[in-house]
């Protein structure tokens, strides 16, 4: 027996990032004579690597050899049509060998080329679609919510591991020397840029956002020194947008977007900030890729608030404060 008291502080948890998938690991917080232990009481895998095999290839792109990766993007590229072709049309395709394209099956867990392409298909149907691709139609009450929100911390982690900081860094910068800000956007993009506007607006420099695709263009050819125009396109493929970057970046505007990397809104912009999202939103709602917008929007807010300096916080304060007579007291 001991005399040593032990006081369990706390619990806690947070999420670890592996390529086995994503992990929930919760601690117990233990005093024992003042000395602090963290005991590590469970480990919960709550999101396996990516089911979708399209995902799967994604996501390790960057990590292929230069063989494996043509054939990840010959695949990338079209899909469906890799499901129906033969070893040696999609070895023509990628620019390489046959031997190469089975080797690159295996590398993904097939036992051959017609295995790769069963989960190929498979990964290509998987979802409930027009919905969410991490939703099944046998999901109830007991498993969707749980897949929705796991999908979403997902593809968070996913996006803070490749943040470009040296874009938001540039983007910072540009925003903080702008004399007006006119964030532009469509579709579900159109509720971010009026999210935009809700934040930016506190610094002092007048900010405006326009769904209206005409008064987008009418906007960007008045532009002038000083402007900057931020783009937001999950795709980067939305033609009015991309026309009315082209009409802004003919004038003396700036020209941010946050968009896919190599689409035709970042060639069109003079600081393009590209994050992955392993979403289609051809095929399934806008989910995850509007809440990595959304969390890259509070980094470029907080990095113009740090820009500020602490002088500007009571500016900040005087706006909170002019919200206290619009609430009831707390009980």
Same mark, same amino acid.
């Given at each position: 027996?001991?005399?040593?008291?032990?006081?369990? %502080?706390?619990?806690? %948890?947070?999420?670890?990032?592996? @390529? !086995?998938?994503?992990?929930?690991? &919760?601690? +117990?917080?233990? %005093?024992? %004579?003042?000395?602090? @232990?963290?005991?590590?009481?469970?480990?919960d895998l709550i999101m396996t690597s990516e089911p979708n095999l399209l995902a799967v290839i994604q996501r390790q792109l960057n990590e292929l050899n230069k063989s494996e990766a043509k054939v990840a993007n010959a695949i990338l590229k079209a899909p469906e049509e890799a499901t129906r072709s033969s070893i040696a049309s999609l070895a023509s395709a990628a620019g390489v060998s046959e031997p190469s394209v089975n080797r690159f099956c295996k590398k993904f867990g097939a036992t051959g080329f017609p295995d790769f392409k069963l989960k190929l298909a498979t990964s290509l149907a998987s979802g409930v679609k027009y919905v969410s691709r991490s939703v099944e139609f046998s999901d109830d009450i007991n498993t969707f919510p749980a897949k929705l929100f796991d999908n979403a911390i997902n593809a968070l982690l996913t996006a803070k591991e490749g943040l470009p900081l040296k874009a938001i860094a540039q983007a910072v910068d540009q925003i903080a020397q702008a004399r007006r800000v006119y964030f532009f956007g469509l579709g579900t993009s159109a509720a971010v840029a009026r999210d935009a506007e809700h934040k930016f607006f506190r610094f002092n420099v007048p900010v405006f956002t326009h769904e209206d695709p005409?008064?987008? +263009?009418?906007?960007?050819? &008045?532009?002038?020194? !000083?402007?900057?125009?931020?783009?937001?396109?999950?795709?980067? @493929?939305?033609?009015?947008?991309?026309?009315?970057?082209?009409?802004? +970046?003919?004038?003396?505007a700036t020209i941010v977007s946050l968009t896919a990397e190599g689409s035709p809104l970042a060639q069109k912009s003079h600081c393009c900030i590209t994050v992955k999202v392993e979403e289609d939103t051809e095929q399934y709602l806008p989910m995850t890729s509007r809440l990595v917008q959304l969390v890259i929007l509070d980094v470029l807010a907080a990095g113009v608030t740090l820009r500020r300096g602490e002088g500007f916080t009571p500016h900040l304060a005087r706006i909170k404060d002019s919200l206290k007579e619009t609430r009831f007291p707390t009980s």
């Amino acid at each position: 027996m001991t005399n040593k008291k032990q006081y369990i %502080s706390a619990y806690f %948890s947070f999420y670890y990032n592996l @390529r !086995g998938g994503i992990f929930k690991i &919760s601690v +117990r917080n233990v %005093s024992n %004579s003042g000395i602090i @232990r963290n005991n590590i009481t469970s480990i919960d895998l709550i999101m396996t690597s990516e089911p979708n095999l399209l995902a799967v290839i994604q996501r390790q792109l960057n990590e292929l050899n230069k063989s494996e990766a043509k054939v990840a993007n010959a695949i990338l590229k079209a899909p469906e049509e890799a499901t129906r072709s033969s070893i040696a049309s999609l070895a023509s395709a990628a620019g390489v060998s046959e031997p190469s394209v089975n080797r690159f099956c295996k590398k993904f867990g097939a036992t051959g080329f017609p295995d790769f392409k069963l989960k190929l298909a498979t990964s290509l149907a998987s979802g409930v679609k027009y919905v969410s691709r991490s939703v099944e139609f046998s999901d109830d009450i007991n498993t969707f919510p749980a897949k929705l929100f796991d999908n979403a911390i997902n593809a968070l982690l996913t996006a803070k591991e490749g943040l470009p900081l040296k874009a938001i860094a540039q983007a910072v910068d540009q925003i903080a020397q702008a004399r007006r800000v006119y964030f532009f956007g469509l579709g579900t993009s159109a509720a971010v840029a009026r999210d935009a506007e809700h934040k930016f607006f506190r610094f002092n420099v007048p900010v405006f956002t326009h769904e209206d695709p005409l008064m987008q +263009r009418m906007l960007a050819a &008045s532009a002038g020194v !000083g402007d900057l125009f931020f783009f937001i396109s999950h795709t980067g @493929r939305t033609k009015v947008l991309v026309e009315a970057a082209e009409i802004a +970046r003919q004038t003396e505007a700036t020209i941010v977007s946050l968009t896919a990397e190599g689409s035709p809104l970042a060639q069109k912009s003079h600081c393009c900030i590209t994050v992955k999202v392993e979403e289609d939103t051809e095929q399934y709602l806008p989910m995850t890729s509007r809440l990595v917008q959304l969390v890259i929007l509070d980094v470029l807010a907080a990095g113009v608030t740090l820009r500020r300096g602490e002088g500007f916080t009571p500016h900040l304060a005087r706006i909170k404060d002019s919200l206290k007579e619009t609430r009831f007291p707390t009980s």
